[in-house]
Structure formats: structure tokens, C-alpha cells
């Protein structure tokens, strides 16, 4: 389990090219920290089991599952990874409850602005849209979000200048994808209203 509120940026020393297989991600922010097989951490929003870790390097298996629903397999080497570790109990939770479990991908449509803040606007999956809800939580490339704006297949997004500073969506641009997860709590009240039905 994640918060959204990143912790850390990488970057991608070994890139997976499209396929499935090892992504090794460098992390000098975090040179100090013993990340530890078997560990959770989150990037770019995807849950990842590090199976090798070395100093400020750490590297995860990507199945062909995940390398098809998220962007982990279009990343190049030295592109910019949010990180986030997994919540460890008695942990603030300031962002929102976030699994790691990506739900599908988004288009850039619009990214305009700069350091006093920037304008977001993506275009979700026909599947996804229905979760979204003004002022509701969304995650995007791993990054807690609130939805200013829901209209069909579009929301906007306000991103505020220490989420710019501290997160790799600062580069995003038109055109890029990033990966979704919808809220938890959408998601469970979807599949308790579906139950009830005849």
C-alpha cells in the first residue's frame, strides 16, 4: 500500500525496450538507504518487488501483464521515475490510499505552465472515466492527485509548484502517456452496488 506523496526520483539505468524483463532504476537521493530484496516500491505508480539492490541501484522484475497495462516498458534510459516505499504502519497518510495495481493508461492532452504551478489535462480509457468525480483522488505516474474537472473522457489536474519541483511530471508534455489508478474506495463501491443488483 502507497500514499501518492513521492519520496524520491529515479532515474532508469537499464531499460526494459518494450519487453518484459529486469528494469534497474538509479536512485542517488536515496544512496544512503539499504533498499532490501523483497521490499515494495513503488514506480511511476507500479508496484515492484526489487530483486537486486547495490548501493544507490536497485533492479525489479516487470511481468508481461505489467509491461502492457502501464508505461514501465516505453521508458528510455536516464528517463525520470517517481519513488515511493511501501506505507509502514503509524505512517502519515497525506495523500490517498494507493495500491501500486495500475489500472490502465492516460494520454497528455494539455500541459501548460511553469514554477508557479501548471495545468493538467489527460484523456482517460472509456473504461476509466466513469471514476472520476470533481475533486475526487486520482494517481497519476504514481502521484496523488485531485481532479478539478470530470467531462467525459477528460479531467483536468491543478499541479502545484512543490508537486513540479519534487516529481517527474514537471517534464511531462503533450502527447506523453502516464499511468492511472483509479481510487480505492470508486472501485469498491462500484463492485458493492453491482452485488446488490438482481
Not at 514506480?43 to 514501465?72: H, K
Amino acid at each position: 500500500m502507497f500514499t501518492g506523496l513521492i519520496q524520491a526520483e529515479g532515474r532508469v539505468a537499464r531499460p526494459l525496450r518494450g519487453k518484459p524483463g529486469r528494469l534497474e532504476i538509479q536512485v542517488d537521493a536515496w544512496r544512503e538507504r539499504a533498499f532490501v530484496t523483497g521490499e515494495s516500491i513503488a514506480v511511476n505508480g507500479v508496484c515492484l518487488t526489487v530483486v537486486e539492490a547495490s548501493g544507490g541501484r536497485f533492479a525489479a522484475d516487470v511481468s508481461a501483464e505489467t509491461c502492457a497495462r502501464t508505461t514501465l516498458g516505453t521508458l528510455a534510459t536516464a528517463a525520470i521515475v517517481n519513488l515511493e516505499p511501501a506505507l509502514r504502519a503509524g505512517d502519515a497518510l497525506g495523500g490517498h490510499m494507493v495500491s501500486g495495481h495500475v489500472d490502465g493508461v492516460a494520454r497528455v492532452e494539455v500541459f501548460a505552465g511553469g514554477k508557479e504551478g501548471a495545468q493538467l489535462r489527460l484523456r482517460l480509457p472509456a473504461e476509466l472515466s466513469r471514476y472520476m468525480a470533481r475533486k475526487g483522488s486520482v494517481c497519476v505516474d504514481g502521484v496523488s492527485l485531485t481532479v478539478n474537472a470530470a467531462e467525459g473522457a477528460l479531467i483536468d489536474i491543478t499541479l502545484v509548484p512543490h508537486t513540479l519541483a519534487c516529481t517527474g511530471l514537471r517534464a511531462l508534455a503533450a502527447g506523453q502517456q502516464v499511468n492511472i489508478e483509479i481510487d480505492l474506495i470508486a472501485r469498491y463501491v462500484e463492485q458493492l452496488l453491482a452485488a446488490g443488483r438482481p
